[in-house]
């Protein structure tokens, strides 16, 4: 018996900066979670797939991810996630590195 659908993002990286990035329900790209479409129906889920799927001048590796309605708007169900959206941990750049610039600053 086939598993029952689970909420799901489009996810991608971004073909020239290698950032995680996220399909909008304005189908644009965006670095942040809480800003992705959530969609909550699988038929829609393979279409916004195929959408992603159609622009590798912006985005590559384009998959559907697990998530959960948060709060704030779409949110990690699998640490994988969790670690693809907060960045690399070898050592602080990009969103890390911003991060420890802000907290600098206070």
Same mark, same amino acid.
């Given at each position: ?30 670095? &942040? ?12 889920? #393979?279409?916004?797939? @195929? $959408? +992603? ?28 996630? &969790? ?12 969103? #890390?590195?911003?991060? @420890? $610039? +802000?907290?600098?600053?206070?």
């Amino acid at each position: 018996m086939a598993r029952a659908f689970t909420p799901k993002v489009v996810t991608a990286n971004d073909l020239l900066e290698g950032d995680v990035i996220y399909l909008t329900t304005a189908n644009t790209w965006t670095r &942040e979670l809480q800003a992705a479409e959530l969609i909550t129906d699988e038929a829609e889920a #393979q279409l916004r797939l @195929l $959408e +992603a799927q159609s622009q590798p001048q912006i985005a590559v590796g384009a998959y559907l991810a697990d998530a959960k309605p948060g709060e704030q708007g779409p949110e990690p169900t699998h640490f994988r996630e &969790e670690f693809r959206r907060t960045g690399p941990s070898n050592y602080a750049h990009g969103k #890390q590195e911003a991060k @420890l $610039e +802000a907290t600098a600053d206070v």
